[in-house]
């Protein structure tokens, strides 16, 4: 049986360390702003919004909420995101996705400073993060190096499969596994032979969106598989991409969902504002 890697526990020691952070730039006479901007009324959202802005209040992080209607224009959302730009006790700007369709998600993302990007899509932040000169990580992937770290598992040399191509998890995950001199391979939607190419995976993770498509078959015995996966099964309960009850009799090491990864990508929103906060007052070498 695999070991269970808890990300509920792994996030509460992150918010602890960011909170003591927090304090910290507090005394400097520095509080870490985040403004989270939400457009329409998608019950989702509205979730992901609330616990964000309880996750800062929880450790000290100031947070703005800025609601938009629905049928809001893109010029509007821009002029709100010029608007906080230039507001120095705003250190991070997060805008929910996904957007309505009429508004182009891309320019959205562009407008906010990279300085400010505190979840990383800002064209100018991937592309550090392809040369590994970073300053901020996608919030996902982060968590999930975290949580590869703090079970012990060592990258480099081993042979890491990503299921998932996304420009927010897939493609920066592989990123960050070269980095730690991992030997990646990128599966997606048009691979062939999955199941052959999973089965060699020393480090395999799941981000495709896709119910339990990773199935024990594809999972080489002792492999760490990290789900990212957030979906709900025939049974409409939230369901990984991973079949984690077969899954977990073969793996090494497992994330369950919920309680794996999600956790981990709240807790690296914090970690990204108090870095805004941070390079924004020339503190990051301190």
Do not use: W
């Amino acid at each position: 049986m695999a070991v269970i890697i808890d990300g509920k526990a792994a996030a509460a020691k992150v918010r602890a360390e960011v909170a003591d952070e927090v304090a910290r730039l507090k005394s400097k006479g520095i509080t870490p702003g985040l403004a989270v901007i939400i457009v329409g009324d998608d019950p989702a959202s509205r979730v992901y919004v609330d616990n964000k802005k309880k996750d800062c209040a929880q450790v000290g992080i100031y947070s703005e909420e800025f609601a938009l209607p629905g049928d809001a224009s893109q010029d509007q959302l821009i002029a709100l995101i010029t608007s906080l730009n230039n507001r120095s006790d705003i250190n991070g700007i997060l805008c929910q996705l996904p957007l309505p369709p009429h508004i182009d998600t891309g320019a959205v993302i562009s407008a906010i400073s990279p300085n400010k990007d505190v979840d990383a899509f800002h064209p100018a932040n991937t592309g550090k993060i392809m040369i590994g000169r970073y300053s901020f990580l996608p919030c996902t992937p982060a968590g999930v190096m975290e949580l590869i770290r703090g079970a012990g598992i060592s990258v480099e040399g081993r042979q890491c499969v990503v299921i998932g191509r996304s420009n927010i998890v897939g493609k920066p995950m592989a990123m960050l596994l070269m980095h730690e001199n991992g030997t990646v391979t990128i599966c997606h939607s048009r691979t062939r032979n999955l199941k052959e190419i999973c089965a060699g995976a020393d480090i395999l993770v799941a981000a495709v969106g896709r119910a339990r498509i990773v199935t024990a078959d594809m999972v080489k015995p002792g492999a760490a598989v990290i789900d990212v996966g957030m979906n709900r099964g025939e049974d409409g309960k939230l369901c990984g991409d991973v079949d984690f009850e077969q899954v977990e009799k073969v793996a090494g090491y497992i994330t369950p969902v919920p309680g794996g990864v999600g956790p981990m990508t709240r807790a690296m929103l914090l970690k990204n504002t108090v870095t805004a906060a941070k390079l924004q007052n020339a503190l990051l070498v301190d």
